[in-house]
């Protein structure tokens, strides 16, 4: 069992940056891939990005690659997710989630079947 609790949300101008962190509860964080993802309303949740269990992998959304950066320490059992250069449209709840699994694989870990879900931080960007 993983209890994912985020963190660092908040409301921000455009441009700026935020830093937001999922720390995780349970054993064998090491063993979990990490993403996160995002629902704005009246969408769907959107895979925004991911890590692998050893954090050597990393993908990300196509409207994020240059801003958002993806990162894992699994010594304190904490995912990050840094964004720079913040746009109106990325506008959302931003939720963490643990899959566990071992694989690196793109077509794995961009889909929203992970095991564990955090609550989800709101970061709302304005113009």
């Known amino acids: 069992q993983v209890q994912l609790v985020e963190s660092g949300g908040g409301l921000v101008q455009a441009g700026d940056s935020l830093r937001l962190s999922c720390a995780a509860s349970?054993?064998?964080?090491?063993?979990?891939?990490m993403g996160w993802f995002r629902q704005a309303p009246g969408k769907e949740r959107e895979f925004v990005a991911a890590?692998?269990?050893?954090?050597?992998?990393?993908y990300y959304v196509d409207s994020v690659k240059g801003r958002f950066t993806i990162s894992r320490d699994n010594n304190e059992k904490t995912m990050y997710l840094q964004m720079n250069s913040l746009k109106p449209e990325d506008t959302a709840v931003y939720y963490c989630?643990?899959?566990?699994?071992?694989?690196?694989?793109?077509?794995?870990?961009?889909?929203?079947?992970?095991?564990?879900w955090g609550q989800g931080t709101q970061v709302t960007v304005s113009s």
């Open positions: 349970g054993r064998s964080f090491g063993t979990y891939a």
């Open positions: 989630a643990a899959m566990r699994t071992l694989s690196s694989d793109y077509g794995t870990l961009a889909r929203r079947e992970y095991d564990y």
């Open positions: 890590i692998n269990w050893y954090g050597d992998n990393t």
